[in-house]
């Protein structure tokens, strides 16, 4: 069964920094292109980059809210991705979910529970 | 980026009803190379997260119910619930994966009658 465990929320003062985790079982985590989505408490859903598989280069790519301010990053070792989010706004305040996608084509198959982000000062 | 317009915002439906939803893209999301729509639909149940129903505008997600149909092609879509179940109350999302980034739209809210 695949599982997507997110931690590593919480609340954070606006410019502050905070590191999000993903924690993949179930699946060949390496083998897996991952994103990262996020939804403010009862609205819509903002995707907010992804990051290849290590064979297709591992590379990275992000929206443009957040570019330059988020950078994810893999350690398929640990099968755990991870999103750094720096000089955070309160506009950032959301829940942010990891998911999967199967075939690199931003469908995402799997997603995990989620983890609150607040940023307030 | 692609614009994505769901309507109605909500509907209510009797349980075995149908129930309808649009979508609709600011750009084409038909590619001629391939002849496939690169939409795809979203449920979130309240405290859930979302999960993938529908791809290539049609194709439902392995283990969902076979009341969930998708049609349309181009900017114009739809999502049909054939027979309301109480289980079906959520939110559906439609979602363009023609090009980055890949965006959603706003949602609508499927409750019973």
């Known amino acids: 069964e695949v599982q997507l465990v997110e931690s590593g929320g919480g609340l954070v003062k606006p410019g502050g920094s905070l590191r999000l985790s993903c924690a993949g079982s179930g699946f060949p985590f390496n083998n897996a292109w991952m994103s990262w989505v996020r939804q403010v408490p009862g609205k819509g859903l903002e995707w907010l980059g992804r990051?290849?598989?290590?064979?297709?280069?591992?590379?990275?790519e992000y929206a443009a809210p957040v570019k330059g301010r988020f950078t994810i990053s893999r350690d398929d070792s640990k099968n755990t991705l991870y999103l750094q989010m720096n000089s955070l706004k309160t506009e950032d305040t959301a829940i942010y979910y990891c998911?999967?996608?199967?075939?690199?084509?931003?469908?995402?198959?799997?997603w995990g529970q989620g983890t609150l982000v607040t940023v307030s000062s | 980026d692609i614009v994505m317009t769901q309507s109605p915002d909500s509907l209510a439906v009797s349980l075995g009803e149908r129930a309808t939803i649009n979508c609709k893209s600011s750009?084409?999301?038909?590619?001629?190379?391939?002849?496939?729509?690169?939409l795809a639909w979203y449920q979130q149940k309240p405290g859930q997260p979302p999960k993938l129903l529908i791809y290539?505008?049609?194709t439902r997600e392995s283990g969902v119910p076979d009341r969930f149909s998708g049609s349309g092609s181009g900017t114009d879509f739809t999502l049909t619930i054939s027979r309301l179940q109480a289980e079906d109350v959520a939110v559906y999302y439609c979602q363009q994966y023609a090009s980055s980034p890949p965006t959603f739209g706003q949602g609508t809210k499927v409750a019973i009658k």
């Open positions: 290539w505008a049609s």
């Open positions: 750009q084409t999301l038909l590619y001629n190379f391939n002849n496939k729509n690169y």
């Open positions: 990051i290849k598989r290590k064979t297709e280069g591992g590379t990275t």
């Open positions: 998911a999967t996608e199967n075939y690199g084509d931003y469908v995402l198959h799997y």
